[in-house]
């Protein structure tokens, strides 16, 4: 619970000012809360009684008593009205501003830390954790009021009668260590039930990314009962919260009637004995019926604690993540192409942060160099590490040993920023904001229509961007959905082309495009003086065939380098690569004169 | 409705339409719920009686109090314990067998709805994977993930929180009106006169909230959007160092989604003032006209007082409800979304009374058969009929968008066609049953998608309950021995969140072994092996090749490798079979596969 009160302590000091208007809002309301009854009891005594006593009233009398009623409910309205927008104010503004370091975190930390985090993961700590954390600072600024109003209470009850009191300050601790007691029980099930209903949704959202392959194979009811199975677990965690909350609000109602009662018992005895006046009994009783309500926020409060603090620490979780990729304060100024150098380069994916795994190595002892200007075509077997070798060119992740040299500097030393403006990678999945066709291609930087429609000729995208209702504006849906594979891939070749890099480095960029279309996109770039250091994981030899010189690899190793034509010498598992479909056509035709000869 | 139902679903309005686009009222949503769901009817009437007993108490145990008061203490004779301490231990009693009332209606009400909830839920994610809509547009996916898990919590915590509140606040409402009337007739239709105005701008407030929090919900969903941007897009914003523009663009989105939630927080406060204002009205109207009436001599003081007393029992239930409305409103908004998943109809269905496959190798007949995607301008297929001899292997090429991938969705039935027929084995696709079409025609997407387990498990999703060691086999059998040999724990190493602790192209590798052990008569590769390297696809072609020769394969790639192989070759343009025959025969004529295999040729040779 301490935890709990210290989370919403963060909270109030970002948003003290709010929060006080809030609070006022709240005394307002508390105070005319009590005004209220003490103005039915005015008219009670001042109006009411006199005019059954005499048989008859003045419009006066009566209209004086309906403006007493509607001025404090108009009062009492205002104070709610502060109460409640200040305190959403409050919990939306924290809501947004812990959304914004979140997200802040994610685009700052490494691209290793998010392979080890599942995206679900990551997307709940955005929403529904941040949420889960700020949920309770509406019904804060009340249970703040009520507090005051409390203390003051209780120093109204000690005044009017000690013996009272003591009555009261028995049963108001009792309803503070229920809360607390509640609050102890309810934390784990909470948790427990936060954690199923992530894992329901990660079902979910994997079972339907996966529907093609459920429905084709006809899983669905297996697919069913896995997630019946999860939901149901979800469902008994439900149940367990609400048993305890179930017993917990009725519990809460009780006390401050029981308390009530005794008051009168106890009021009853001293009233004969006559150590109390009628009077001071009668608003004794009231305080606790009017505070019975009010204490009950300190109740909702004390019980989303729980909650509170599993949001928080889910979020803090990220925000604590540390070792975002260290920037060194080397610009380079040159242009023209890059030089490239891999030295010694090993790298190992780390396990995801809940498994035990080993972490996986994937290349080991990587070297090689591309001078400026030329094009180097990394070819190996599927599953050899190609992609990874890709990702450390243009410093998705650092190598876990040697080094990647750009202009014979270390990556690591470049300025943030500077390899962005060097180098572009066209990856083989390729990723399209929910923007227009311009904003995907130039990425908000300063790049004028003329240089966009170039690279949009040389991916051979102009022909249907042109097409498109609405040319370079058109928004092209969350990730790109409006567009077929080919096309967001041509997309994303224009976006690299278009920044002019130095240093290009292409991922099996072309794999979802036609063969013609792929023909004349490779045709164009062998053409177009590209200003540029080219890496290319090819394949096929037509992409091969745009480059200088090709570096074999096999199982996360070089094995092998230099022209095409020496390698289909040197390297039998090269030959067999780029030679797969000639060999088999070759084959099938020596199957074929086989049979027409026999 | 059904007949709405019935057509494709194609956008998330769609669902919605199952409504035939009328806004429905709650009380046609809960009865719509009873129907679809009657599993929250049990135990429903020994639920109402604990309802009934926990309310009762509620309205009781303040009206003895203040009798108590009256009666007890504030008599005339002074304070007569013996009453007393038998009238407070008579409360103490009601106020216990209350509580008890009250949790054990808590208990039953959340174990009822969640268990109906739990089951609703289930029912929707079902009948999700019978809506075409799934597969057929990606970026509604989210949507419908949403259905089945955030709009379910959002009533289960309704349920527990608010849900309750209104059972027990219309139970006191109803029981003050009641006691109210024993007092005064006449006031109590004066309160209840004062509350009118509010029963009829709540019906526009409420839709006012309704509208603020589709505005929210909207909001979030666009939230959510941008925020996964930055995790989904992890890779592209580092490689373009464009944390800052993508930061600002979400921004953007958690602006307007503050905004919104401030708008109808303020709306929500209009509410409940609104609520808070009448109430004193109903207080001052009863104080004006009680003492005119008490002055005509209809009623006593103390009647007056009392009465007063029962106002605000009155006027509590109408604030607690009139707030809870609000969170109301977006459980049944809720409520609604997931209904019509479960009331939408799959359009395309599993045939009541639906035939068995014949046994033995198929054949796959295409009856002038004519596909138009919905909203689409023009047919993906026109027209088309075709005969695959069982046991044949068909290759389908054409440029992107010539409407291939249709075939293949056609034959495995993930769509029915808009006219013709598509026949297998010689009866016709809808006749026969899901169970026996899905064993016998399998098809392998171009995205090989794997689920996060291991291996061997995604391999078993293709024949569930096939061993480790059939598992390895069957790599064995197509040729990818050393492949799975190289992986870090063999058949089971864990292919992590979608595979991506795989390349793409191993993931095809899986998806082929996933198809290939469920060993169906009929398997379709919709450019199966597109991102794996040459000689691998050759050597699994060819396994394949060897492997299939038993069955009816239909092929459909871009490369034409696996084209030549074929005994036929249907070449596609704008959705009509424009050439077809073996590769030998097509190659040397004049027209559309010569060309595609001269540009074919010239990318593998360079």
Redesign the interface.
């Known amino acids: 619970m301490a935890r709990g009160l210290r989370v919403l302590g963060h909270g109030i000091a970002e948003q003290w000012r709010m929060f006080t208007f809030a609070v006022v809002g709240s005394a307002l309301f508390g105070a005319m809360t009590v005004a209220s009854a003490f103005v039915m009891g005015r008219v009670t005594v001042d109006t009411i009684i006199p005019a059954f006593e005499r048989g008859e009233t003045t419009t006066g009398a009566l209209a004086g008593a309906a403006a007493l009623i509607l001025g404090v409910a108009l009062l009492k309205v205002i104070g709610i009205i502060g109460r409640r927008v200040a305190a959403g104010i409050v919990q939306y503004r924290l809501q947004a501003s812990y959304r914004r370091r979140v997200v802040r975190q994610y685009l700052r930390l490494p691209l290793s830390w998010h392979q080890r985090h599942p995206t679900g993961t990551l997307l709940s700590n955005a929403n529904a954790d941040v949420e889960a954390t700020w949920y309770v600072m509406a019904p804060l600024p009340f249970a703040c009021g009520t507090l005051i109003m409390l203390a003051i209470s209780g120093v109204a009850l000690i005044l009017t009668d000690p013996v009272l009191a003591a009555v009261g300050f028995v049963v108001f601790p009792v309803i503070f260590a229920v809360n607390v007691a509640y609050s102890r029980r309810m934390s784990p099930r909470m948790t427990r039930a936060q954690q199923l209903r992530a894992e329901v949704s990660e079902i979910a959202h994997e079972s339907f990314d996966g529907a093609l392959v459920v429905k084709t194979l006809g899983r669905e009811e297996d697919e069913t009962a896995r997630f019946a199975a999860r939901s149901r677990e979800l469902r008994d965690a439900m149940v367990r919260v609400g048993q305890l909350r179930g017993l917990f609000d009725p519990i809460m109602e009780a006390l401050p009637t029981i308390g009530t009662l005794a008051v009168l018992l106890v009021g009853g005895i001293r009233l004969r004995s006559g150590d109390t006046s009628v009077g001071d009994l009668v608003s004794v009783a009231y305080l606790f019926s009017v505070l019975a309500m009010p204490v009950r926020a300190i109740g909702w409060v004390l019980g989303d604690l729980p909650r509170v603090v599993v949001g928080w620490d889910r979020v803090q979780n990220v925000l604590r993540a540390t070792g975002g990729q260290e920037y060194g304060a080397t610009t380079l100024t040159g242009t023209g192409p890059a030089t490239l150098g891999v030295a010694g380069a090993g790298f190992a994916y780390a396990p995801p942060v809940d498994s035990a795994d080993p972490p996986v190595p994937v290349l080991a002892d990587v070297t090689f160099d591309v001078p400026a200007g030329r094009t180097v075509a990394l070819v190996g077997p599927t599953g050899s590490g190609k992609s990874t070798l890709v990702s450390l060119l243009v410093r998705l992740v650092d190598p876990d040993t040697g080094a990647v040299l750009l202009e014979n500097t270390d990556l690591r030393g470049l300025a943030r920023g500077t390899l962005a403006g060097q180098a572009a990678l066209v990856s083989q999945a390729t990723f399209l904001f929910d923007d227009t066709v311009r904003g995907n291609v130039t990425l908000g930087s300063d790049l004028d229509d003329e240089r966009v429609w170039e690279a949009l000729r040389l991916a051979q995208a102009d022909g249907f961007v042109d097409a498109l209702p609405d040319g370079l504006d058109t928004r092209v849906g969350e990730r790109g959905t409006t567009l077929s594979g080919g096309q967001r891939q041509r997309l994303a070749l224009a976006r690299a082309l278009a920044r002019r890099p130095r240093l290009l480095v292409l991922d099996d960029a072309t794999s979802s495009v036609d063969p013609s279309v792929e023909a004349a996109i490779l045709g164009g770039l062998r053409s177009a003086d590209l200003g540029a250091t080219v890496v290319v994981v090819a394949y096929r030899q037509a992409t091969i065939g745009l480059a200088d010189e090709v570096v074999w690899i096999e199982h996360g190793r070089v094995l092998a380098r230099g022209t095409h034509t020496e390698l289909v010498a040197s390297t039998p598992g090269y030959a067999a690569l780029v030679n797969a479909y000639d060999d088999e056509a070759d084959r099938r035709k020596d199957l074929v004169e086989q049979d027409v000869t026999r | 409705m059904t007949r709405m139902a019935a057509q494709p679903l194609e956008t998330d309005d769609a669902l919605t339409l199952a409504r035939a686009g009328r806004e429905e009222g709650a009380i046609a949503t809960l009865r719509r719920g009873l129907r679809l769901v009657p599993e929250l009817r049990r135990g429903l009437g020994v639920t109402l009686l604990f309802g009934l007993i926990?309310t009762a108490g509620r309205v009781v145990?303040?009206l003895a109090?203040q009798q108590?008061?009256d009666r007890?203490?504030?008599s005339a004779e002074?304070?007569d314990?013996g009453l007393?301490?038998w009238i407070?231990g008579g409360?103490?009693v009601a106020?216990?067998a209350?509580?008890?009332a009250?949790?054990l209606?808590?208990?039953r009400?959340?174990?009822t709805t969640?268990?109906a909830?739990?089951a609703l839920?289930?029912r929707a994610?079902?009948r999700?994977?019978?809506l075409s809509m799934?597969?057929q547009?990606?970026?509604r996916?989210?949507s419908?993930?949403s259905r089945?898990?955030?709009d379910v919590?959002q009533m289960?915590v309704f349920m527990?929180w608010g849900g309750i509140l209104i059972v027990i606040s219309a139970g006191q409402l109803l029981l003050a009106t009641v006691v109210m009337a024993v007092f005064s007739w006449q006031l109590t239709l004066l309160v209840w006169v004062c509350f009118l105005p509010l029963a009829l701008i709540l019906p526009v407030l409420q839709r006012r909230l309704a509208r603020a929090y589709g505005t929210v919900r909207e909001r979030?969903g666009d939230?959510?959007?941008?925020?996964?941007?930055?995790?989904?897009?992890?890779?592209?914003?580092?490689?373009?160092?464009?944390?800052d523009?993508?930061?600002e663009?979400?921004?953007g989105a958690?602006?307007r989604?503050?905004r919104s939630?401030?708008h109808a927080?303020?709306t929500?406060?209009l509410v409940?003032?609104s609520g808070?204002?009448i109430?004193?009205?109903a207080?001052?109207?009863v104080?004006?006209v009680?003492?005119?009436l008490?002055?005509g001599?209809g009623l006593?003081?103390g009647e007056?007082?009392a009465f007063?007393f029962l106002v605000t029992l009155f006027v509590a239930p109408v604030q607690v409800a009139s707030e809870a409305l609000s969170e109301a409103q977006n459980a049944l908004a809720s409520f609604r979304r997931v209904l019509d998943v479960v009331d939408a109809a799959p359009d395309v269905a599993d045939p009541v009374d639906g035939r068995e496959l014949p046994p033995g190798p198929l054949g796959v007949r295409f009856d002038a058969v004519t596909f138009r995607y919905p909203n689409a301008n023009r047919a993906a297929l026109v027209d088309v009929d075709l005969e695959l001899r069982p046991r044949s292997r068909v290759a389908v090429v054409g440029?992107?968008?010539s409407g291939k991938t249709t075939f293949a969705k056609l034959l495995?039935r993930?769509m029915d066609p808009t006219s013709g027929r598509v026949l297998v084995g010689g009866v016709p696709l809808t006749e026969v049953t899901?169970?026996s079409?899905?064993?016998r025609v399998?098809?392998v997407?171009q995205?090989g998608?794997?689920?996060?387990e291991s291996v061997a498990d995604n391999v078993r999703?293709?024949r569930?309950g096939a061993t480790d060691e059939e598992v390895t086999a069957a790599f064995g059998a197509l040729g990818l021995g050393d492949?799975l040999a190289?992986l870090?724990e063999g058949v089971g190493t864990?292919v992590?969140?979608?595979g991506?602790?795989?390349?793409?192209?191993?993931r095809q590798?899986i998806?082929v072994a996933?198809?290939y052990i469920?060993d169906p008569d009929v398997l379709v590769l919709d450019e199966a092996t597109?991102?794996?390297?040459?000689?691998?696809?050759?050597r699994l072609?060819?396994a394949l090749d060897s492997l299939t020769r038993g069955r009816t394969t239909l092929v459909i790639a871009?490369?034409?490798?696996t084209a030549?192989?074929a005994d036929e070759i249907l070449v596609v343009d704008a959705g009509r079979v424009v050439q077809r025959g073996p590769h030998?025969e097509l190659v040397t004529q004049e027209g559309p596969y010569a060309?595609?295999h001269a540009?074919?040729i010239?990318?593998?040779?360079?």
């Not at chain 2, 991506?500 to 191993?506: C, F, I, K």
Request: proline fraction near 3%; aromatic fraction near 8%.
């Open positions: 926990a145990v303040p109090v108590t008061l007890g203490l504030l002074g304070p314990l007393l301490s407070v409360c103490t106020v216990l209350t509580a008890v009250a949790y209606l808590n208990y009400l959340f174990k969640e268990t909830l739990a839920r289930i994610f079902r999700v994977h019978d799934l597969h547009q990606a970026q996916r989210g419908l993930v089945v898990t955030s919590d289960s527990q979030v939230l959510l959007g941008a925020v996964s941007e930055s995790v989904v897009g992890a890779q592209t914003v580092r490689a373009y160092a464009v944390e523009r993508t930061a663009r979400i921004d958690i602006d989604h503050y939630a401030v927080q303020k929500t406060v409940f003032t808070e204002l109430a004193a009205l207080n001052a109207a104080v004006v009680g003492v005119l008490g002055v001599g006593t003081a007056l007082v007063l440029e992107t968008g495995t993930l899901f169970g079409l899905r064993r399998v098809m997407p995205d998608f794997l689920f996060d999703y293709g569930p492949w190289g870090p864990a992590g969140q979608r991506e602790a795989l390349s793409v192209g191993e590798l998806a996933r198809a469920a597109s991102a794996v390297d040459p000689a691998t696809e050759v072609t060819r871009h490369r034409l490798s030549e192989a030998a060309r595609l540009s074919w010239a990318q593998r040779r360079a």
